[in-house]
């Protein structure tokens, strides 16, 4: 038989630990491994509220891809994938160019998702990349630049859509930020106003309340103002349109109202909810041997709960690492395992110093848990890229 080629879309948590798992797993002449990534860095999406507020540099945020692979093993590509043909066995990429497998790994992550609602993909800014967050943090500073010529308060009116984790992380470092941008550009504290809105009765809807009151104490002391139970019904180039009537006028919407699997996976002919594939206990795409998904593309069942997991990271990463144990077995003719879910918890950074968390049963809040946070970001980086890349890209 020939060598098997594993083909791997998307270098996000899902697919990079894939690949870095499989290179340490399988032997030279093994399988012929490609990953294919629209850019030539991974960038830490768990990170990126704050290079969009403008609290971290985005290169601090990125790094390459081939400084983590052993390119002997594993073959990166940098392109944008267009197209997955099933019944071909084949992925085309805006390039022209075509890729064959035998067996497909997608971690092409998620896209916002905007339940149709009217102008958010025309005027709102989104948390999704690099370059997205590059552009919010530019867009930002021009506003204050702009409002000391114009001194028109929507310059300085930020809206934030949304009051899930990245809703809140982002409106965090947003406060952080402001006290900075309002002595650089001479600007009155008093005149920016942060908006976080949410449809729900409650901010981060199905967490702690004790750690929900919290996180709303601590935000709104930093000038947050949050409206609960407030759906936004539309964007428009002049700002937002909420389900009551009310209209605020703003230069800047960011949307964080919640994600979808990526499109790529849904025109591909897989049957999907919001986006995301509910896959078999290994990882595949039903009724497909051959494909397995992880990260924000997979969709698993909480058995206690009987609703979906949240997409995160850390599931992503577990995935990876179960699904190239079995990618493993499945060239030796071994056993595969079935993902199972360990999670460890949940931490949110509210800003400098400050977050809130569960883990496992217990609440952690304040400087315990901004301090849990930057251990489970620094602990990713491990898992990804050893302690070389802790020593580059450590959060102290
Ligand atoms: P991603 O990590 O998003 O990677 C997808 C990759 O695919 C990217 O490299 C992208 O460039 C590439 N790609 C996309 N489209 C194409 C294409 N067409 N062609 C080629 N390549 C493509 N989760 C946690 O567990 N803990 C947290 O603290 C946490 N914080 C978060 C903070 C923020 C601000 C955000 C936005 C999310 C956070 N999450 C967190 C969620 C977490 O980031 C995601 O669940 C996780 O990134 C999903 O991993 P993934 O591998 O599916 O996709
Ligand atoms: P989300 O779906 O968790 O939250 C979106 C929020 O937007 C919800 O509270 C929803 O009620 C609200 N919303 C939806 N429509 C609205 C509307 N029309 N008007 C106002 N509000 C509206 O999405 P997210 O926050 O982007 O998170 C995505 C995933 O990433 C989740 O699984 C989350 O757990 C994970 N994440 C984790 C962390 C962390 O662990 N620290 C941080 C960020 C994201």
């Known amino acids: ?93 805006q390039s022209g160019e075509s890729l064959t497998y035998d067996y497909l790994v997608i971690g092409l992550g998620s896209e916002p998702e905007t339940f149709g609602i009217q102008g958010l993909k025309e005027h709102a800014f ?16 021009y506003c204050f630049a702009k409002y000391k010529m114009e001194k028109r308060p929507e310059l300085l009116t930020f809206i934030v859509g949304g009051a899930g984790f990245t809703g809140i992380e982002f409106v965090g470092e947003l406060s952080d930020r402001v006290p900075e941008l309002c002595k650089e550009f001479d600007v009155d504290p008093s005149v920016v ?99 397995f998904i992880v990260g924000d593309g997979a969709l698993i069942i909480n058995e206690e709960t009987d609703r979906p997991y949240p997409p995160t990271a850390q599931i992503a990463i577990q995935q990876g690492e179960n699904l190239a144990q079995n990618l493993t077995a499945l060239i030796r003719g071994g056993e595969l395992k079935p993902f199972v879910p360990a999670l460890k918890g949940t931490v949110a950074s509210l800003g400098k110093g400050e977050a809130i968390g569960l883990v496992g049963d217990k609440k952690i809040f304040g400087s315990t848990a901004a301090l849990m946070k930057k251990v489970i970001d620094n602990r990713s980086l491990y898992m990804l890229g050893g302690l070389s890349l802790v020593l580059k890209k450590v959060k102290l």
């Open 193 to 291: 106003k942060i908006y976080n809105i949410e449809a729900a009765p409650t901010v981060l809807p199905g967490f702690d309340p004790e750690l929900v009151n919290y996180a709303m104490e601590v935000l709104s002391r930093k000038g947050v103002t949050f409206k609960i139970s407030t759906p936004i019904k539309e964007c428009t180039p002049e700002g937002v349109v909420l389900a009551d009537g009310e209209e605020i006028n703003s230069t800047t919407v960011v949307w964080t109202g919640g994600v979808r699997g990526n499109a790529i996976i849904e025109n591909a002919g897989f049957e999907t909810m919001r986006g995301r594939v509910k896959v078999d206990p290994y990882l595949h795409a039903p009724g497909h041997e051959d494909v």
């Open 126 to 141: 989104s948390i999704r990349s690099i370059n997205s967050v590059r552009e919010i943090r530019e867009h930002i500073e």
């Open 1 to 93: 038989m020939s060598t098997p080629k594993i083909l791997i879309l998307g270098a996000g948590y899902g697919g990079l630990m894939t690949a870095v798992r499989l290179q340490k797993q399988l032997n030279y002449n093994e399988a012929e491994i490609t990953l294919v990534n629209k850019h030539d860095y991974h960038y830490f999406t768990t990170w990126l509220h704050e290079p969009a507020a403008g609290t971290k540099d985005p290169d601090q945020c990125r790094v390459e891809i081939v400084d983590l692979l052993d390119t002997s093993k594993v073959k990166f590509v940098k392109g944008t994938v267009t197209e997955i043909k099933r019944e071909e066995k084949q992925v085309l990429l």
